[in-house]
């Protein structure tokens, strides 16, 4: 297995960007759900931010006002698999293609957009994935390692805003869920990470506009690549 090193230097996988640019993405997995994604998308509304939702397939499938929601609202949509499995060294090609496809064909069904993007369930990522993956049209996003705010276990509204507020720099990728099987802390921890961001002059961008805002160095993601 290679390193993120190796990955970072090929451009098959991204954590964060490197830019001189205040901006920063929030990305959404696990969505969307009947509650907390329209509290979300609400607002990032208010704060004229915009995210990028890792959508998994049976949700979306099950919510599809929700994902065309966040699509016509200008946020970007995005594959986390259709049923949200962890992959492993032993899983084939064949079976990460249907994962990828399924939902691929449910978000283009609900919103016409193919997703460029794709994140693996747990950040978890093979040779074999990659390679599945750029066939699928897709590349790897995962997310800044300090920026991971496991939202996930319901830590508390404090943790949460904490780590992403304590670590927050150019061209992070912050990790969030919209559906989390405890009670969410994410909604409340957004009040108060928002406008605080924003006071110190950030942009919430897309993952791709992300991108686009890198130094020549770290454009190396391309989509479909």
């Not at 949200?84 to 978000?107: C, Y």
């Not at 897709?138 to 805003?161: A, F, M, N």
């Not at 110190?200 to 454009?219: A, E, N």
Request: aromatic residues 10%; proline residues 4%; contains cysteine.
């Amino acid at each position: 297995m290679k390193n993120r090193k190796y990955y970072e230097s090929t451009g098959d996988v991204i954590w964060d960007v490197r830019t001189e640019d205040k901006v920063i993405a929030l990305t959404f997995d696990d969505g969307p759900h009947p509650e907390d994604t329209p509290e979300i998308l609400d607002l990032l509304k208010q704060y004229n931010a915009h995210a990028t939702f890792f959508i998994v397939g049976n949700k979306g499938e099950r919510f599809p006002e929700l994902v065309k929601r966040e699509a016509e609202e200008g946020h970007e949509l995005a594959n986390h698999t259709f049923s949200h499995p962890f992959f492993s060294n032993r899983t084939s090609k064949e079976a990460i293609l249907r994962e990828v496809g399924k939902t691929q064909d449910i978000i283009y069904g609900i919103t016409g957009i193919r997703p460029t993007l794709f994140r693996p369930p747990g950040g978890i990522f093979t040779d074999t994935l990659i390679q599945a993956v750029k066939q699928s049209g897709c590349s790897v996003v995962l997310w800044s390692w300090h920026q991971d705010t496991e939202d996930w276990k319901s830590p508390g509204v404090r943790k949460i805003t904490n780590t992403v507020l304590s670590n927050a720099r150019n061209g992070d990728i912050v990790l969030f869920h919209d559906w989390v099987e405890k009670k969410s802390n994410t909604v409340d921890a957004l009040k108060v990470i928002l406008p605080e961001l924003q006071q110190r002059g950030f942009s919430f961008v897309t993952v791709s506009d992300l991108i686009g805002h890198g130094t020549d160095s770290s454009r190396k993601v391309e989509k479909g690549n």
